[in-house]
């Protein structure tokens, strides 16, 4: 993809084909950057990434990296955290 994609277009994408595509979804749970590269999103060396499958008495919570708390937000930024986190700057797409 020629764009930058947030966070949530990522997940939105990657959700919604494998809801369609029983064998992308597999690839998806066992081999995750092969099945990002297939979305032609492409993650740095250095991002580890791991998918799990919730079931219908299972929920997960990702707790996000907490902000440095010598760091200031911008209103964007604080914006943005207030929608779901950008990650523009980590994922590259």
């Given at each position: 993809?020629?764009?930058a994609m947030t966070r949530k277009e990522i997940e939105e994408t990657l959700i919604a084909r494998?809801?369609?595509?029983?064998s992308f979804k597999k690839e998806l749970i066992n081999n995750p950057r092969s099945a990002f590269e297939k979305e032609g999103?492409?993650?740095?060396e250095s991002i580890e990434v791991?998918?799990?499958?919730e079931s219908p008495n299972?929920?997960?919570l990702v707790l996000p990296v907490q902000p440095s708390e010598?760091?200031?937000?911008?209103d964007a930024?604080?914006?943005s955290v207030a929608g779901g986190a950008?990650?523009?700057?980590v994922w590259k797409c």
């Open positions: 993809m020629s764009t494998a809801w369609q595509d029983e999103i492409t993650l740095p791991r998918v799990v499958e299972t929920l997960y010598t760091a200031e937000l911008s930024e604080l914006e950008i990650i523009e700057n």
